[in-house]
């Protein structure tokens, strides 16, 4: 299978983390891509290419423009007034009494555009977030010759049409599925197996029959993103029917996980798409620091293996896992498994 990177990635390198009340070595780290492209390259998994720059038409499909405008001069507003530490929004009320008032002052506008303080703003941040969708597009217009893995960082289910948070500031997997759209697609569907809810590809398609979305995730009662991924959000007018989440408790393994992943494909085969994006986080890795799902490497062969059953071009598109140890082998498993079943 090609795989699509960027070297832009290791831009975004903040140094610090704020998680759970401390601040910690960030977990969401540039070694995550070198532990996968190692990976990819000792067990031969198939050539990779570079992305290329394919500018912000396709992004601005989905972000709001004042939103890219934000994000490409945040850093040089924050260095002004506090030099070159890694910015944090201060409050995440995100956009609740005066949400209609657009703050003049940098800190300001970072809590304007942003739902958590977990995701650290650094120098090369918009460098490395626009490389991440250029890698997601680029992979796109790789798909008519067969289905291609986008190694997306940082990355991008968390962000919303015009809020960053969860390490996230463009939205790739939804990007993508837009550009597939606009080139003739007319059906999409996008399966979002990261261990957290995809809140922001849920919003960006949540009034629309088009894009089909489905997140299989921890219990929001129990786990980030807190405030959306329950099983009753259904989508609304033209959406309505068209948004499918599948909460599982903290602790899930397979046996569990599978059921889930076999209904989500079933209501994949009906609304029988032209196109697949998947939202590949394998933070459901036992192992992982920061999530508390318990599924193992050979699961992952197997959900590669189930997917293919669809038989549909799949756009595999990066986004969590933190295992350093693992997820090379994890994110392998999972692709060897759909390759050695398409
Ligand atoms: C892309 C991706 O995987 N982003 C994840 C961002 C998660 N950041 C917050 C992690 C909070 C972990 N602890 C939550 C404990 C809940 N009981
Ligand atoms: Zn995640």
Known sequence: MLTVYSPAHQRHNPSLELLDGKYVSPVESPQRVSEILQAIATTQLGPTLEAQNLGLEAILRIHDADYVEFLSTAWSEWVVSHGTYDALPLSATTRSFRSDRRPRCIEGKLSYYSFDAGTPLTAGTWDAAIASAHVALTAQAH??????????????????????????????????????????????????????????????????????????????????????GYADEGGIAQGDGFNHNYPLPLGTQWHLYQDALHTALHRIRQFGPDALVISLGVDTFEGDPIAKFCLHTDDYRAIGALIASLSRPVLFVMEGGYAMEAIGQNVVALLRGYQDHA
């Open 143 to 228: 798909l008519e010759q067969g289905s291609v893995f986008a190694l997306c960082r940082p990355p991008g289910h968390h962000a919303t049409q015009n809020l960053y948070g969860g390490y996230c500031f463009l939205n790739n997997a939804a990007i993508a599925a837009q550009a597939l759209r606009d080139r003739g697609a007319e059906r999409v569907a996008i399966l979002d197996i990261d261990y957290h809810h995809g809140n922001g590809t849920q919003s960006i398609f949540y009034d629309r029959s088009d894009v089909l979305f489905l997140s299989i995730h921890a219990d929001p009662a129990d786990d980030y993103p807190f405030f959306s």
